[in-house]
């Protein structure tokens, strides 16, 4: 029998990321960051989880609990997570002050229409010491660019086609990028009384590139170029952040 071939997708991946020294994927080098500043056995908070995800199961794996908050009712699906709130409105989330150690966001900002009312949220319910870590799209980069000046039919027309996604795969929600520079990124989080830890951007392999040898090798040679200078760090394509809840909490007006 002939071995079945595999997907150039699969070929082109391991032929220029696989074998690049301490390369790792974007959702590694993520959970990672949360692996340094997350003390294990502490409850965390997501953010928009989903039925399923990746980071959910990696947070399982590493805190005492797991409890999620989404605007869907199929966040209740999600195996990994103990407690669903839907919370579907409204200034105030339905959770106690102080209930958690860490909050985590895993490409959830970009679509948040009030960035400093969620933040101020995420404050009240971390205990001081907590951390919010999160992942999100950097403003500056291609994908976010695009994705900000059309309309959002044309999103669910090509993004999961881009990405060589399996059909009956989610559609992009709404995205409004209220908090996706680094920049903003300070100032929501400073207001709201945090304290910075870690904000930084990356540029991993092009996803966006999934569909077209044409568009890998292309989307790889900005990825090459982005990577080739801090200069250049601007126009990454995520940014990775971690802030803290001082212990002797104190806003900052």
């Known amino acids: 029998m002939f071995a079945q071939k595999r997907p150039w997708q699969q070929e082109y991946l391991d032929r ?5 020294k301490n390369w790792v994927d974007g959702t590694t080098q993520f959970h990672e960051l949360i692996r340094k500043h997350l003390l294990k056995d502490q409850p965390v908070l997501e953010l928009g989880p989903g039925p399923k995800n ?16 989404d605007v869907d009712e199929e966040a209740r699906q999600n ?6 709130y839907v919370h579907k409105g409204g200034d105030s989330w339905p959770i106690p002050t102080e209930s958690y150690d860490a909050v ?8 948040l229409p009030a960035p400093d009312n969620t933040v101020a949220e995420a404050y009240r ?9 999160f992942r999100t799209p950097n403003l500056y980069h291609y994908v976010s660019m695009a994705s900000r000046f059309s309309p959002h ?8 086609r881009l990405r060589n996604l399996p059909s009956g795969s989610h559609d992009p929600y709404p995205t409004c990028y209220r908090m996706n520079a680094c920049r903003t990124v300070r100032r929501i989080m400073r207001t709201a009384g945090f304290e910075e ?6 540029e991993k392999e092009p996803s966006y590139g999934m569909s077209s ?3 890998f090798l292309l989307f790889m040679g900005y990825e090459r170029v982005v990577n080739s200078s801090r200069l250049f760090s601007t126009f990454r394509c995520n940014i990775l952040g971690v802030f803290r809840k001082p212990h002797a909490a104190a806003r900052v007006l």
């Open 104 to 111: 985590v966001a895993n490409y959830v900002l970009e679509h």
């Open 79 to 84: 195996p990994a997570l103990r407690r669903v």
């Open 153 to 160: 039919w044309f999103h669910n027309l090509v993004a999961n």
């Open 125 to 133: 319910v971390l205990r001081p010491g907590g951390t919010f870590c």
């Open 213 to 215: 040898r044409i568009l």
């Open 54 to 69: 990746q980071t959910s199961d990696f947070l399982r794996g590493i805190s005492a609990s797991v409890d999620g908050l």
């Open 197 to 202: 830890v870690e904000l930084f951007t990356i």
């Open 16 to 20: 220029f990321y696989g074998k690049r």
